[in-house]
């Protein structure tokens, strides 16, 4: 009987442990990456931490011809790298069109190389994807910006990801460190996730 016993349990055991390890599966599945430059990467950092959805923020090194890249080299604009943000969200809580739709109420798509008074192209404007799948979401906004824009060109950039690094450790989580540093950037456009349930909540 006690042999029984332990044979269920085992039993129970084992299809608990693979419902868990499905559902882990389906809920990875849902997890994404989409990589931002909007001038400044403290700013833009910050900005989209606090969208409910976003699992991480890191700031970065995008799309340059160099190893390992450094501030101090980036700054030079001979590495061809642009000042980036990766963000890793949960699909199923904010879409990715939120994210790209609030990623254009902060930037001036139309500055070159420029954002607030950060100039170079380490300050350019652009959406990196690693999915191609991406562009069906990421095409449609591109074009509604450019008619809201139109005759202005659009200068920010739209490219599969080449190469990304991190940042040195103190760029990372600048602005909760330093809630008085540097920004380039507005936040009040957040407020328009509150009715969406889409804000962190501080």
């Known amino acids: 009987m006690q042999f029984f016993k332990v044979l269920i349990s085992t039993c129970l055991l084992l299809v608990s442990g693979f419902s868990l390890a499905k559902n882990s599966e389906q809920d990875m599945s849902q997890v994404k ?15 989209f931490s606090r969208i409910k959805g976003v699992i991480d923020v890191s700031s970065g090194y995008a799309n340059g011809h ?9 700054i030079t604009q ?5 000042e980036t943000v990766k963000i890793t969200y949960d699909s199923s809580i904010v879409p990715l069109a939120t994210l790209i739709d609030q990623y254009f109420k902060i930037i001036d798509p139309t500055s070159f190389n420029k954002q607030g008074n950060d100039r170079g192209d380490q300050y350019r404007t652009g959406i990196y994807y690693t999915d191609s799948a991406d562009l069906n979401v990421i095409e449609p906004i591109f074009q509604k910006i450019k008619e809201k824009y139109a005759p202005k060109t659009i200068y920010t950039q739209l ?3 080449k190469n990304f690094y991190l940042a040195e450790d103190y760029h990372q989580d600048y602005l909760k460190k330093n809630p008085y540093g540097y920004c380039h950037i507005s936040f009040d456009s957040l407020n328009e996730l509150k009715n969406l349930n889409l804000l962190v909540e501080e």
């Open 66 to 74: 160099t190893q390992n890249p450094t501030y101090q080299q980036v």
């Open 78 to 82: 001979t590495t061809g790298y642009a």
């Open 33 to 47: 990456e989409i990589y931002l430059a909007g001038g400044c990467f403290w700013g833009v950092e910050e900005y």
């Open 159 to 161: 490219e599969p990801l």
